[in-house]
Nanobody
Framework: QVQLVESGGGLVQPGGSLRLSCAASGFAFSSYTMSWYRQAPGKERELVATITSAGTSTDYADSTKGRFTISRDNAKKMVYLQMSSLKPEDTAVYYC?????????????WGQGTQVTVSS
């Protein structure tokens, strides 16, 4: 059974920090590209950050570059999102995503999300 379980969300003041975690199980985690997405009320889900299967390359949305850091631990089957200098516009539900592609097949898994609220 595939599972992605996010944790670490909560209420934080502007300028504060949070670390989100995503625990994966039920699939070959080290073969998957992992990403964090977010969705704010009334808005479309957007990509926040991506890390390749070996963790050798990362990419970020322009709005999060320099403030957020994605990382992974393949031995523990975990992916993290360290968020700093948080802004009210970072308020959203944050989702963990796992993707795998081959020439003929693809897999795409989602977690249930964790709420991040940035407010004073």
């Amino acid at each position: 059974q595939v599972q992605l379980v996010e944790s670490g969300g909560g209420l934080v003041q502007p300028g504060g920090s949070l670390r989100l975690s995503c625990a994966a199980s039920g699939f070959a985690f080290s073969s998957y590209t992992m990403s964090w997405y977010r969705q704010a009320p009334g808005k479309e889900r957007e990509l926040v950050a991506t890390i390749t299967s070996a963790g050798t390359s990362t990419d970020y949305a322009d709005s999060t570059k320099g403030r957020f850091t994605i990382s992974r631990d393949n031995a523990k089957k975990m992916v993290y999102l360290q968020m700093s200098s948080l802004k009210p516009e970072d308020t959203a539900v944050y989702y963990c995503n796992a993707k795998w592609r081959s020439s003929y097949l693809s897999r795409d898994y989602w977690g249930q999300g964790t709420q991040v609220t940035v407010s004073s």
